[in-house]
C-alpha cells in the first residue's frame, strides 16, 4: 500500500470513525499549517459524507513561539473570548471538533515560565465552557496527528534528516491502522475488544486500586457509580465518536480525595511546549503534598498551581505495556500516542460520563458524588514492564488486574 492510500484511510478514519460527522453537521478543524495536506483531504472527506461546513482554524507554531519572545506581558493576560464564544456556540449548536497535532514537544523550551502559565490560565478559565460541553461527550470530538519536522527530528533525532518525517509517519500509520486494507473494520473490531475489558472491569465494581512498581506505590480509591470506559463514545444525540486516535486504553474516575501514596512517571511528559521527565508525585487524601522532576521544575510547579484541581486526579487509564505502540519502542513525545504505550494518570479535572448519571448532574452534583473540578487535565505515564496492579473489592478482597505491565 502506498503513501498516498494510507493518508487517505488516515483522513477517513479521522471523519468517519473519529468524529463521526453526521449529514448536515459542521465540523470545526484545529490544525497547525504543517498538516495542511491531512486537512484538506480531510475536508474533502467531511464534505463527502454531508458535512454542511467544514471550518478550519490554523495556527502556526513559528508565529506562536515569536509572540512568547517578543509580545508584551499584556498579551498574555488577556483571555481569547471571541474565540471562547465561538467554539461554545458551535458546540451547542451540534458541530464536532477535530484536533490535528503536530507542534514541536520543545516549542516553548526557554519561554519564561510565568508567561507560559498566565496565557494557559486565562484561556483555561474562557474556554471552561466549551471544554466541559466536550468533556460531558455533548458534542463530539478526536484528534489526529500530522508530522511536523521539528516533531520528527525529537522523535528520530539520529535518522538522516530525509528521513526522519517518512519514519514518522510509518510509526503513525502502523498506530492507527491505516496501513491495513480496511482500516474501518479493524477498528471497530479493536473497540470490541476493548469493550470486553470495560465489561469485566465494571462488573467487578472495585472500590481501589493498588499500583505497584520501581518508584511507585499507590493507592486509588475509585468512587460509588463508576464506569469503566474505552476512547469510544456517543454524543449527546446517540451518534458514537471516537475521542483520539490512536487509543489503547481503558479509563475510569478517581475519588477525588481518595488517593494515597507515591508514583513515579516512566516516560517524559510534553506540556505546555515543554519537557517534564522523571518526575515523582506524593499523595495524601487525593492531593499532591511533595513532588519533584529531574527535568521541567519549573514547569511542574506552574502545572500543579494552576488552580485547587490541578493537584488531584481526575483519571485512571490501563493500558498493557506489550500494547503496539509500546512494542514500537518509540517515544512519540506526544501524550495522543505515549499514553497508549503506558497506564497513565491525569491531574485535573474529570470526565463527567465516567460516573453514573454523570452527564445529568450540575458542578456541585459531581463535587458531592467525588469527581474532582479542575481547568486542566494532563495525564502522564507511569506504567511499566514491573507494574502491577491489584482491584480490591467492597469486601477487601484483593484481586490481579495487571502483572508485570500486562492483564493478569
Known sequence: MDFKQKLENYALLAVKVGVNIQPGQTLVVNADIASAELVRLVVRKAYEAGAKLVKVNYSDEVVTRTRYDLAPEVSFSEPPKWFA?????????????????????DLLNGVDPGRIRAYQLVSAEVMASYRQLLMSNHASWSGVAYPSASWAAKVFPDAPEEERIHLLWDAIFRAVRADVE????????????????????????????????????????????????????????????????????????????????????????SYAGNIIDRFTLTFKDGRVTDYTAEVGQDKLDALLSMDEGAVSLGEVALVPHRSPISASGI??????????????LALGGSYAFTLEGGTALTKEQLAERGMNQSLIHVDFMMGSP?????????????EPIFRNGGWA
Open 85 to 105: 464564544d465561538e467554539m461554545e456556540d458551535l458546540a451547542q449548536n451540534n458541530a464536532c471538533f477535530l484536533t490535528i497535532i503536530s507542534t514541536d514537544p
Open 182 to 269: 480496511n482500516p474501518l473494520e479493524a477498528w471497530q473490531l479493536h473497540l470490541d475488544g476493548l469493550k470486553r475489558r470495560c465489561d469485566k472491569l465494571n462488573e467487578r465494581k472495585y472500590r481501589k486500586l493498588h499500583y505497584t512498581a520501581p518508584g511507585t506505590d499507590l493507592t486509588v480509591e475509585l468512587p460509588e457509580g463508576h464506569i469503566w470506559c474505552q476512547a469510544g463514545a456517543v454524543n449527546a444525540k446517540g451518534v458514537p465518536f471516537l475521542a483520539n486516535i490512536p487509543t489503547e486504553e481503558v479509563f475510569s474516575v478517581p475519588h477525588r480525595d481518595g488517593t494515597n501514596g507515591t508514583v513515579s512517571s516512566t516516560k517524559p511528559l
Open 331 to 344: 517515544l512519540y513525545y506526544t501524550t495522543l500516542f505515549d499514553e497508549n504505550a503506558s497506564c497513565h
Open 386 to 398: 514491573e507494574m502491577n496492579i491489584d482491584g480490591i473489592t467492597e469486601d477487601g478482597t484483593v
